[in-house]
């Protein structure tokens, strides 16, 4: 069965640069979520979208953004990265909202290094 | 995961059964997930329970939930090595557009 893509898989930055990490749902999702793990943490969520509009928001910083395009695959777009943003980026994805969601797939992750 | 607690570490021999605890502090949580995450790798859906049941079993996995205590435990039949793993507890509150909050993880080591 399809997965939740995200790419790249790794990605190296250096501090002050700017990142965008993809996320492309299972086929019929319209939920993307995005969520940030430390090394040794549990993943935290940064936001999420449904049917492109923004659904909910968590501990995302101001320097990132992201959106839903029309396709349903969302992008999570980092400015002035700090050497604290070094982590592993998951994106997930459901069918529906709130109480009649789907339960989250979630990716294989984006390991973002900034050095 | 400030509201969702898992003890960190369980070590079991290979053919054991293994018993991963999980408490919760929001009981108006509509669903709570077992998540699965091998090492560099992603989460990994294991099962998942809606709050109105107390009982799930899928193959080897068996999911209890004590609502009144807050309490949901995950149990692997004969426990394979193949089994070593982190394993997150999360929670979806009630109101929630649907992102979860999750545990520390569990990290379960097999032993041959």
């Known amino acids: 069965a399809a997965g939740v893509i995200q790419s790249p898989r790794h990605l190296i930055k250096e501090k002050r640069e700017t990142a965008t990490l993809k996320c492309y749902p299972i086929?019929?999702?319209?939920?993307v979520y995005w969520y940030q793990q430390g090394p040794g943490q549990d993943p935290q969520f940064l936001i999420s979208f449904y049917e492109k509009m923004q659904s909910d928001k968590g501990s995302i910083p101001d320097r990132f953004s992201a959106q839903q395009f029309s396709d349903y695959h969302s992008e999570l777009n980092m400015s002035s990265l700090e050497l604290g943003d070094s982590a592993l980026y998951f994106c997930?994805?459901?069918?529906?909202?709130?109480?009649?969601?789907?339960?989250?797939?979630f990716g294989n992750g984006t390991r973002l290094t900034v050095t | 995961g400030e509201d969702v607690e898992q003890s960190l570490f369980l070590s079991v021999r290979e053919g054991d059964s293994s018993v991963i605890n999980c408490t919760y502090t929001?009981?108006?949580?509509?669903?709570l997930y077992w998540y699965k995450q091998e090492p560099g790798a992603g989460l990994q859906l294991l099962t998942y329970?809606?709050?109105?049941?107390d009982m799930k079993q899928d193959q080897r996995l068996t999911v209890l939930l004590n609502k009144k205590d807050k309490h949901l435990s995950l149990r692997i039949a004969d426990t394979q090595t193949g089994d070593s793993a982190i394993y997150f507890c999360?929670?979806?509150?009630?109101?929630?557009?649907?992102?979860?909050?999750f545990g520390k993880g569990t990290k379960l080591s097999v032993k041959p």
């Open positions: 999360a929670e979806r509150k009630k109101g929630s557009q649907g992102n979860l909050i």
């Open positions: 086929p019929r999702h319209d939920t």
């Open positions: 929001d009981s108006s949580s509509t669903y």
């Open positions: 329970i809606f709050s109105n049941m």
């Open positions: 997930a994805s459901s069918r529906g909202q709130g109480i009649n969601n789907s339960p989250l797939h």
